[in-house]
């Protein structure tokens, strides 16, 4: 059996970091932080995925930086992480960082063929869910009227698509046709007003 591009860590003589941590979690951005090498080193390299994923998002720092911030990540999510070294010459070995999870600013409860989102004075259904990328979305807005926007994200935190929906309020049943666009994965719808952010997981399998 192949070994795990993730478990294959080689490394030559570049100093390696210590004291990896995680911290200032939120519900979509983690802050990763290490203790510099005694050595100068040029640069470092983080990789990271969600769990069970097989999408690896690679970010570069300066030698110098004992910490970089990680954005657009899925709410209630694990995430695992590795950082290696990188002098002129050489690199050291990938090293592994404590996993971490992100934040809920929902609870989510499931369904027999959906996803709902619950907050004090919002509610949101997602059906079906999973599905091929059509689906209807009812959000139970506030009184009061705001510009609202719907927002996909895809796992590495790009905007794959965005509509507004104008100045609405109350009951709103809003059908999203993406499947021609969207292919097997896992993605985050956001609505955005000024008064509220609600996120949502949107399971897509073809």
């Not at 969600?50 to 030698?63: D, I, P």
Request: hydrophobic share 35%.
């Amino acid at each position: 059996m192949s070994k795990d591009f993730w478990e294959y860590t080689p490394g030559g003589g570049c100093a390696v970091t210590s004291d990896l941590r995680v911290a200032k979690i939120t519900d979509t951005s983690a802050v990763l932080r290490w203790a510099l090498p005694t050595e100068t080193v040029s640069s470092f390299k983080i990789r990271y995925r969600a769990v069970g994923s097989t999408e690896l998002t690679k970010r570069n720092v300066k030698g110098g930086s004992n910490y970089v911030v990680l954005c657009g990540l899925l709410p209630n999510t694990t995430y695992e992480w590795q950082i290696r070294s990188n002098c002129t010459e050489d690199t050291s070995a990938w090293v592994c960082g404590p996993n971490f999870t992100t934040a809920s600013n929902i609870a989510v409860v499931s369904l027999t063929d959906a996803l709902q989102a619950k907050t004090n004075t919002v509610q949101m259904l997602v059906s079906p869910n999973p599905s091929k990328g059509n689906f209807n979305i009812h959000i139970q807005l506030p009184s009061k009227e705001a510009l609202t926007t719907l927002i996909v994200y895809n796992s590495l935190g790009e905007k794959v698509w965005q509509q507004s929906l104008g100045a609405v309020n109350g009951s709103v049943i809003k059908n999203i046709d993406l499947e021609n666009k969207l292919t097997t994965g896992i993605y985050t719808l956001r609505i955005e007003r000024n008064d509220i952010r609600l996120m949502q997981k949107v399971v897509v399998t073809k």
